[in-house]
């Protein structure tokens, strides 16, 4: 079965200052992955996905991620971090011919400091 | 831009009693999927939708959650009877049912058990 593992719980960075999310991903095959931002008490917004072709994808609000296969990575990157990008980012997989199910890696809270 | 749809945002119950949780897709979408979010977890699937038949309920707790999606449109998820560690966000999402596809989430519906 296949497993998303986001190392960091929490992050804290500056504003202004850029910004790295980490995700690893567990599966036999080359999945669709997803980046989903959750603000507190509200659902997820798709940022970006990969399905295939170029490795490297933009997302909204100046997001972008890069797909590694030799990593199974899927790191979620920002050059400069705005105070409204603190919340909750969910990385997830999607497993091809499963019925487009996802599974999603544990989160990681970001904090920005003024 | 097309939203789904969920309603109540917000339910408090006293356990023992039974809820439910309604979701209107967006217009067109064929799948239809239920997710649990413990507080401070990922999303988990408990029920997917492909119009009106259920793909994949392994995940939901039958003895006391149900599901139904009628006439492959709105949805409702029902507990009873609800238990203390039912409390939790309840998400609905959609996406079009193609291959890749793209989960659409709406707002929750954030459920505590008393």
């Known amino acids: 079965a296949q497993s998303v593992t986001q190392p960091d719980i929490h992050i804290t960075v500056s504003e202004g200052a850029s910004l790295e999310l980490r995700c690893n991903y567990s599966y036999g095959a080359t999945p669709y992955l997803f980046w989903y931002v959750q603000s507190p008490g509200q659902g997820l917004q798709l940022l970006l996905k990969y399905f295939s072709g170029d490795t490297l994808v933009q997302g909204i609000k100046g997001f972008e991620a890069e797909f590694k296969r030799s990593q199974s990575s899927f790191n979620l990157r920002k050059p400069s971090v705005h105070w409204s990008d603190a919340a909750e980012y969910f990385c997830?997989?999607?497993?091809?011919?499963?019925?487009?199910?996802?599974?999603f890696g544990g989160g990681t809270r970001l904090m920005v400091k003024p | 831009e097309a939203e789904v749809a969920q309603s109540p945002r917000y339910k408090i119950t006293e356990k023992s009693q039974a809820v439910a949780f309604w979701c209107d897709p967006i217009?067109?979408?064929?799948?239809l999927y239920w997710y649990r979010q413990i507080l401070g977890q990922g999303p988990e699937l408990l029920v997917q939708f492909q119009d009106e038949s259920v793909v994949d309920d392994s995940q939901l707790p039958k003895d006391r959650f149900s599901a139904e999606r009628l006439k492959g449109v709105d949805s409702t998820l029902k507990i009873q009877p609800a238990e203390l560690g039912d409390s939790a966000m309840y998400l609905c999402a959609s996406s079009l049912g193609v291959t890749p596809d793209t989960q659409y989430f709406g707002p929750g519906t954030r459920l505590t058990v008393l």
């Open positions: 217009s067109g979408h064929a799948t």
């Open positions: 997830a997989v999607g497993v091809r011919n499963a019925g487009n199910m996802l599974t």
